[in-house]
């Protein structure tokens, strides 16, 4: 396995709508080291997922884990996740505002709303038909890694940039923000 080379904001691979896999290719070492080599980078850069573009990977192939990570220590837990060709196939009509970071643009952190519950379906790495239906911080995070496949990143679904923070300053003043929701 190995660390891949993650795509930072400005690399086209990031604005390319990423190919499905086709399902008899799924079983070849190429998309399984593939999937390997992502997992070992997500959790490398403590990310809560990575998608096949963010590794200069053009493919419709996500992963996501969130298990003690530091960078989302107030977030339950996530199972290691593999997704293959994933579609949101409905969301909830409640919204949430919530604070997200990307490994693609590093140490930049913004309030996103995004859908609270979700059901999406795929293939997993066997090439399974899987069904997914997810809410909270799992919601949030597949619907961020399944943006990356449609060419999009966090800061295009921000309505109010005034939010964007670098990594240290969120930390510092995300409460802020927070206690004006509240309001």
């Known amino acids: 396995m190995s660390i891949l080379k993650v795509a930072q ?11 499905p896999v086709p399902r008899d290719l799924i079983h070849t070492e190429e998309i399984q080291t593939l999937i390997d080599d992502m997992v070992e980078t997500m959790r490398e850069y403590n990310g809560a997922g990575l998608a096949a573009p963010q590794v200069h990977k053009s493919v419709q192939i996500i992963v ?3 298990e003690k990570n530091p960078r989302y220590k107030d977030e339950s837990d996530v199972p290691l996740t593999i997704i293959i060709n994933p579609k949101i196939v409905s969301f909830s009509e409640e919204m949430e505002e919530g604070w ?6 590093n140490d930049l952190w913004g309030l996103v709303n995004r859908a609270v519950k979700i059901t999406v379906t795929g293939f997993d790495r066997n090439a399974d038909p899987i069904k997914i239906e997810a809410e909270g911080f799992f919601a949030r995070a597949l619907q961020h890694e399944i943006d990356h496949l449609h060419a999009k990143v966090f800061i295009d679904r ?10 240290k300053e969120y930390q510092r003043y995300s409460h802020v923000y927070d206690e004006e929701e509240e309001e």
């Open 9 to 19: 904001l400005g690399n086209p691979v990031l604005r390319i709508k990423a190919e």
């Open 64 to 66: 996501l884990e969130v």
């Open 100 to 105: 997200e970071g990307c490994l693609s643009l």
């Open 158 to 167: 921000m309505a109010d940039l005034t939010s964007l923070s670098f990594g």
